[in-house]
């Protein structure tokens, strides 16, 4: 393999990248972290195989993805310790934790189900281990999108990976950052007037999280409106009481008299022209989500601000998913056992959290954002 170091230069952002490339396959692996060379903290992010649809686009870099989803990841990190939120084992060492990100850029022929599958894992635990000799840090990843059946019809690809590196945990992320999607949502509606009986939410995307959050919000009757770019995932999900759009329909959608907008796609929901649309809605009151990369302009989120929406950033929304995979990396570590359980009762604090932040961007008649409101209460 051949290894690139990109160190930040001195107006940018702590982030190192290392770069993989394999030597007789077009493979690419690119990790990026905020965690310093020699420090021995622990980069937590998940290992990205990178869909199809996003290599293909003209605009596509590796290090540039993996370095916006680092910068993302040190966000929930920064919003976990603030609000004092975790498993026991996160909590007690937080203080070790970084940010980072590893995105795989694979051929056709190695994509997870694909004959060269298991090559392609193969190469990324070499580097794996590549990052944690040279690097002086403690690589952990989680899951994230391109993972799946394997070729050989019968091993999971995040097993796979789990078998061989201490550091590729395997839980199942998206139920416990689904949860706190739920109850960032809740506590949010709540703190504007709205009970989730009561409440239109629509939903853009309805994978693994934007299901389960779909599914929660079944249990209080609330009327849905589901987008999904995947005509068997809006099969999935259509039933009375949910209404689904397709990815065309996007601006119909944003467009429609809802209380709240759920980000749960693959990246950039809240383009510009989107949040044109969610300003001009009249009776939208709350947009959140768990989407990575999804405001490519942060403009954007005064712009909501000024228009009285309730914006809250999806690296808080989304940031029980890192925190399981650590809980899980650090229990593996002290040969502890671990039970997702426990985050899912973590992620229930995030309720209060959009609660407090709501009615204090009310109160202040929004003068200040719902980031700002929760910086100020829990500072």
């Not at 989680?142 to 690809?157: A, C, V």
């Not at 949502?185 to 007037?193: E, N």
């Not at 204090?360 to 209460?377: H, K, Q």
């Amino acid at each position: 393999m051949n290894r690139t170091v990109l160190t930040p230069d001195q107006n940018a952002a702590p982030v190192w990248v290392y770069r993989y490339e394999h030597p007789a396959r077009p493979w690419v692996l690119s990790v990026a972290t905020h965690a310093e060379p020699g420090s021995g903290k622990l980069s937590l992010g998940g290992f990205r195989i990178v869909p199809a649809e996003l290599t293909a686009a003209p605009d596509f870099d590796v290090d540039r993805m993996a370095i916006g989803l680092a910068l993302g990841m040190e966000e929930k990190v920064h919003w976990s310790r603030l609000l004092k939120i975790g498993g026991p084992l996160a909590l007690r060492d937080s203080s070790r934790v970084a940010g980072g990100k590893c995105v795989m850029q694979p051929s056709d022929d190695a994509r997870i189900g694909q004959p060269h599958d298991a090559a392609l894992l193969d190469f990324a635990l070499e580097c794996f281990r590549d990052v944690e000799a040279t690097g002086g840090i403690r690589l952990t990843t989680g899951q994230d999108l391109g993972h799946g059946l394997m070729h050989d019809g019968r091993s999971q690809s995040l097993d796979y990976l789990s078998a061989r590196f201490l550091g590729c945990v395997h839980s199942d992320t998206s139920k416990p950052t689904a949860e706190g999607n739920y109850y960032v949502l809740k506590g949010m509606l709540d703190g504007a007037g709205v009970q989730l009986g009561n409440a239109r939410v629509a939903l853009v995307g309805v994978g693994n999280i934007g299901e389960h959050v779909l599914r929660r919000l079944r249990e209080h009757g609330t009327e849905i409106l589901a987008l999904d770019i995947s005509a068997r995932r809006r099969d999935a999900v259509r039933t009375p009481g949910v209404t689904t759009f397709t990815q065309d329909e996007k601006a119909r959608l944003l467009a429609e008299p809802v209380d709240a907008v759920v980000v749960n796609a693959n990246r950039q929901s809240l383009d510009p022209e989107s949040c044109a649309l969610l300003a001009r809605n009249e009776r939208l009151k709350v947009v959140c989500g768990s989407e990575n990369l999804a405001m490519p302009d942060p403009a954007d989120a005064d712009r909501l601000r000024a228009a009285g929406k309730l914006y809250c950033p999806t690296e808080l929304g989304g940031m029980m998913g890192y925190l399981t995979a650590v809980e899980e990396y650090l229990a593996r570590l002290e040969d502890r056992p671990f039970d997702i359980v426990t985050m899912f009762e973590a992620a229930r604090a995030l309720e209060e959290v959009g609660r407090r932040g709501a009615r204090r961007v009310l109160e202040r008649r929004f003068e200040i954002g719902f980031e700002a409101a929760v910086r100020d209460l829990h500072a």
